[in-house]
């Protein structure tokens, strides 16, 4: 399949230079050593912890999940792969990519958090983990059409954050809204509304993504 050969051609082109990688790691150590470090020895509440959890997942995001498009405008490669690929092979070959960027970051975070804020307590880890499922599932159709957006724009760097933040935004608050159920200890029978929202908010982008990224993608 060419979307699996487009997605290996990435992953290998990131092993190589680990552009993403490093100012992933570089921005998830940075900024929770702010927030340790601005805490103190001060406790926060559980609510303040869970929000903060995905401050931290959403800027961490910003700071490298864009090069999946951008990189190859740098290079010059975006006409021949409109040659050689339909959009939709093109979309699926980076949207997977993302993904395990994505899902591999994020985990990596949640690790990380779970074991420096002692606040962060799940009392329900199975709505935690399918919210969290659910919410770097979202996290990552976003970004890919995002960032497909902003690869044709002139000043990439500074679009991305300000064109994510309007889109991601619902997404981002229902998913603080579960993780602190989870916390809390809230049953699946009450988090269902906001389950619903999250799983509606993936689905749709999703469409919306394949429908314009042809449109995208040509321009």
Partial sequence: ?????????????????????NALAMFI???LSIILFSIGNERISQSLTGGLFWVVIFFTSMSGLSRVFVSEEERGTSLTLQLIAAPSTVFSGKLLFNLILVFAMNTIIAILYSALFEAFVLRNFALFLVSFILGNIGLAFASTIIAAIISKAGAKGTLYPVLSFPILLPLILTSVQLTLFAMNGTSFETAKFELAIVVCYDVIILTVSYMLFDFIWKE
Avoid: G
């Fill in 29 to 31: 150590i940075v900024t």
């Fill in 1 to 21: 399949m060419k979307s699996l050969a487009l997605f290996k051609k990435d992953l290998n082109s990131e092993l190589r230079t680990r552009y993403a990688i």
